[in-house]
């Protein structure tokens, strides 16, 4: 199929009978006259990648308002495809099915049929509200309404097959209802004889990029995919240009938008609205213009400077501005992990080097200084009575563990976990002490670090979510099947006669911070090192109208119960005993010796 053909052209000239928005149409248009509106039906293809079952062609239809060019999309042709991005053969999750009615004059109800949640658009006003909003952007398998992993049906496949949830979880929903102003961001909504149009780029940020999903139109074409997919990349065969005025407006407002309702630590960084804010910084000129590259700059820099969280940051470049040389200087800032989670320019100042590592590992290939940045190494060591597992990122990589797992190469957290749990759990096995080396891991799968709790406190990993946004909240714990027998047991656990140590240092970030948080939690776990890096957040990644994409941290926000409250773990956690030499974290015989040496 031919990019940017256009299959059919259709001109509406609407008036105020049979039509309700805003009389200036500002965000849709800039060109409507009096209460009349003109919208023109553009067909283009349209390529999804949302599983692993390749890429998908299609056709949508796009519709620009008054002769501008902001992508619009009708609710009844659009919402089916919304609720297939739901669809995962992983979790065996069916695509989300929707019902459109119209209660009122100028309103538009979209409701779940799963669950009877509902979004209301009000096109007069140009308001949504959102009827239990965690519910209907939930998964249909969701089981709680602020929870970081979907499990799965027994045999489906997938890691979440290897996770069971207790009876002693709990969750409080969120806030009834969730209203949106979109009058305030000057972004427009259109009802015509029962039909509603809405901006493509706002459907999407609302509905699918909280289900990993990020979306570009290029002009040509639209491209949709989740966010470990490479589908995207392909943006940058559209031609570079720069953006109409109507265009960056919207553009702007709509990253106003997401930034003030989807960014979970506004608190923290004392934001009460990122336009003041952009307002306060020498952001708002670029932001608000047209060049795209000095925008995608500002967007940038807004994120690894003025946020500086080590979750925020600026994944790739926009198609209008080009990509960028990647050896450049503006490319290197835009780092980014294999799950499409960025890292601030300054995030690594506090790392301690992996070669300072490397050098008591020197006969390791895993840790071959060469490789360091590219690569984890799945290390698994015995030395005396004590076992050593290390890894630098939560990672799970086979589709189905139990037909696939090969723990005779462990190559990802899984492999790695089962197989250390093979050991030292075997006959006349001289363990007694167990060590997780996170000290230079950022982060990663929440279901792996989810694994890994489970395994260490031989039972459930009790993690607890609250949804900043709504106020949800989940106090979720998943057992796991260690040893791949297909049952949960007591024999999916560390025995209890060994004692359990956690290695953590500023660098241990996101997954890395969750884990030790976590398990200081139970008591029985002891954390050796310097304070971890925090990250208390889990990551959200969206996509300007420009075609920009970037991470934010998310409204879900990791945190630790005290006395009933939940709090943040973003300061990172304390260790228990401070080490502060690198030859005694690293040396592997001078820190089974410190650990002897402890009460």
Same mark, same amino acid.
């Given at each position: 199929?031919?990019?940017?053909?256009?299959?059919?052209?259709?001109?509406?000239?609407?008036?105020?009978?049979?039509?309700?928005?805003?009389?200036?149409?500002?965000?849709?248009?800039?060109?409507?006259?009096?209460?009349?509106?003109?919208?023109?039906?553009?067909?283009?293809? =349209?390529? *999804?990648?949302?599983?692993?079952?390749?890429?998908?062609?299609?056709?949508?239809?796009?519709?620009?308002?008054?002769?501008?060019?902001?992508?619009?999309?009708?609710?009844?042709?659009?919402?089916?495809?919304?609720?297939?991005?739901?669809? !995962? !053969?992983?979790?065996?999750?069916?695509?989300?099915?929707?019902?459109?009615? @119209?209660?009122?004059?100028? @309103?538009? =109800?979209?409701?779940? /049929?799963?669950?009877?949640?509902?979004?209301?658009?009000?096109?007069?006003?140009? /308001?949504?509200?959102?009827?239990?909003?965690?519910?209907?952007?939930?998964?249909?398998?969701?089981?709680?309404?602020?929870?970081?992993?979907?499990?799965?049906?027994?045999?489906?496949?997938?890691?979440?097959?290897?996770?069971?949830?207790?009876?002693?979880?709990? %969750?409080?929903?969120?806030?009834?209802?969730?209203?949106? &102003?979109?009058?305030?961001?000057?972004?427009? $909504?259109?009802?015509?004889?029962?039909?509603?149009?809405?901006?493509?780029?706002?459907?999407?940020?609302?509905?699918?990029?909280?289900?990993?999903?990020?979306?570009?139109?290029?002009?040509?074409?639209?491209?949709?995919?989740?966010?470990?997919?490479?589908?995207?990349?392909?943006?940058?065969?559209?031609?570079?240009?720069?953006?109409?005025?109507?265009?960056?407006?919207?553009?702007?407002?709509?990253?106003?938008?997401?930034?003030?309702? %989807?960014?979970?630590?506004?608190?923290?960084?004392?934001?009460?609205?990122?336009?003041?804010? $952009?307002?306060?910084?020498?952001?708002?000129? !670029?932001?608000?213009?047209?060049?795209?590259?000095?925008?995608?700059?500002?967007?940038?820099?807004?994120?690894?400077? %003025?946020?500086?969280?080590? @979750?925020?940051?600026?994944?790739?470049?926009?198609?209008?501005?080009?990509?960028?040389?990647?050896?450049?200087?503006?490319?290197?800032?835009? *780092?980014?992990?294999?799950?499409?989670?960025?890292?601030?320019?300054?995030? $690594?100042?506090?790392?301690?080097?992996?070669?300072?590592?490397?050098?008591?590992?020197?006969?390791?290939?895993? =840790? &071959?200084?060469?490789?360091?940045?590219?690569?984890?190494?799945?290390?698994?060591?015995?030395?005396?009575?004590?076992?050593?597992?290390?890894?630098?990122?939560?990672?799970?990589?086979?589709?189905?563990?139990?037909?696939?797992?090969?723990?005779?190469?462990?190559?990802?957290?899984?492999?790695?976990?089962?197989?250390?749990?093979?050991?030292?759990?075997?006959?006349?096995?001289?363990?007694?002490?167990?060590?997780?080396?996170?000290?230079?891991?950022?982060?990663?799968?929440?279901?792996?670090?989810?694994? *890994?709790?489970?395994?260490?406190?031989?039972?459930?990993?009790?993690?607890?979510?609250?949804?900043?946004?709504?106020?949800?909240?989940?106090?979720?714990?998943?057992?796991?099947?260690?040893?791949?027998?297909?049952?949960?047991?007591?024999?999916?656990?560390?025995?209890?006669?060994?004692?359990?140590?956690?290695?953590?240092?500023?660098?241990?970030?996101?997954?890395?911070?969750?884990?030790?948080?976590?398990?200081?939690?139970?008591?029985?776990?002891?954390?050796?090192?310097?304070?971890?890096?925090?990250? *208390?957040?889990?990551?959200?990644?969206?996509?300007?109208?420009?075609?920009?994409?970037?991470?934010?941290?998310?409204?879900?926000?990791?945190?630790?119960?005290?006395?009933?409250?939940?709090?943040?773990?973003?300061?990172?956690?304390?260790?228990?005993?401070?080490?502060?030499?690198?030859?005694?974290?690293?040396?592997?015989?001078?820190?089974?010796?410190?650990?002897?040496?402890?009460?």
């Amino acid at each position: 199929m031919k990019k940017g053909v256009i299959a059919g052209i259709i001109m509406l000239s609407l008036t105020m009978p049979v039509i309700t928005g805003c009389g200036a149409a500002a965000g849709a248009g800039g060109q409507a006259s009096g209460n009349k509106y003109v919208l023109e039906a553009q067909t283009y293809p =349209m390529r *999804t990648e949302l599983d692993r079952n390749g890429v998908k062609e299609r056709e949508i239809t796009l519709y620009f308002v008054n002769g501008g060019d902001i992508p619009y999309v009708a609710l009844t042709e659009y919402m089916p495809f919304v609720g297939e991005t739901y669809q !995962d !053969d992983d979790i065996s999750c069916p695509a989300a099915e929707y019902e459109i009615t @119209h209660p009122v004059k100028g @309103h538009t =109800m979209v409701t779940r /049929t799963d669950n009877g949640s509902s979004m209301d658009i009000d096109a007069e006003k140009d /308001t949504i509200d959102f009827l239990a909003m965690d519910a209907f952007v939930g998964t249909p398998t969701n089981n709680a309404p602020a929870a970081i992993l979907s499990l799965g049906e027994s045999g489906v496949g997938g890691v979440s097959n290897l996770f069971e949830d207790d009876a002693s979880s709990y %969750y409080r929903s969120g806030e009834a209802l969730i209203t949106y &102003d979109m009058s305030e961001y000057l972004i427009d $909504f259109i009802e015509v004889d029962g039909e509603c149009y809405a901006p493509m780029q706002t459907i999407n940020d609302l509905l699918i990029a909280r289900n990993a999903k990020v979306s570009v139109f290029t002009g040509e074409e639209v491209l949709v995919s989740s966010v470990s997919k490479k589908l995207i990349d392909e943006m940058y065969s559209a031609p570079t240009r720069t953006m109409s005025e109507e265009f960056a407006q919207y553009n702007y407002n709509e990253l106003r938008f997401v930034m003030d309702h %989807y960014y979970g630590l506004k608190e923290q960084h004392n934001i009460q609205s990122f336009g003041d804010f $952009f307002g306060q910084t020498d952001l708002v000129t !670029d932001l608000a213009g047209t060049d795209p590259r000095k925008f995608d700059t500002a967007l940038r820099r807004l994120t690894t400077k %003025y946020l500086d969280d080590g @979750h925020s940051g600026l994944v790739k470049f926009s198609y209008m501005g080009g990509k960028p040389d990647p050896n450049s200087e503006e490319e290197l800032f835009a *780092t980014v992990n294999d799950m499409g989670t960025s890292t601030s320019e300054l995030a $690594f100042s506090s790392l301690p080097a992996r070669d300072v590592r490397f050098q008591y590992y020197p006969d390791r290939p895993e =840790m &071959d200084p060469e490789l360091i940045g590219t690569t984890s190494p799945w290390v698994y060591e015995e030395v005396g009575d004590t076992a050593i597992l290390t890894f630098d990122s939560f990672a799970v990589n086979k589709v189905d563990y139990y037909a696939e797992a090969d723990l005779s190469n462990p190559q990802d957290t899984i492999e790695l976990i089962a197989y250390a749990n093979s050991q030292i759990t075997r006959e006349d096995s001289p363990i007694r002490n167990v060590v997780l080396d996170l000290s230079c891991n950022l982060g990663g799968a929440a279901d792996a670090a989810a694994y *890994t709790i489970a395994w260490f406190q031989a039972g459930a990993a009790r993690i607890t979510v609250r949804d900043t946004m709504t106020g949800a909240e989940s106090v979720c714990s998943y057992s796991a099947d260690v040893n791949l027998d297909g049952e949960f047991d007591p024999d999916d656990g560390l025995p209890e006669n060994v004692s359990k140590y956690v290695l953590i240092s500023p660098s241990s970030f996101s997954c890395g911070n969750l884990v030790p948080a976590f398990l200081k939690g139970s008591n029985n776990v002891t954390l050796l090192g310097r304070t971890s890096g925090g990250g *208390t957040c889990t990551v959200m990644t969206f996509t300007t109208a420009s075609g920009a994409v970037f991470a934010i941290s998310s409204p879900l926000q990791i945190s630790m119960i005290r006395n009933g409250s939940m709090y943040d773990i973003d300061k990172g956690v304390d260790p228990d005993f401070v080490i502060s030499k690198y030859d005694t974290m690293y040396n592997r015989e001078k820190l089974v010796e410190y650990i002897h040496s402890l009460p």
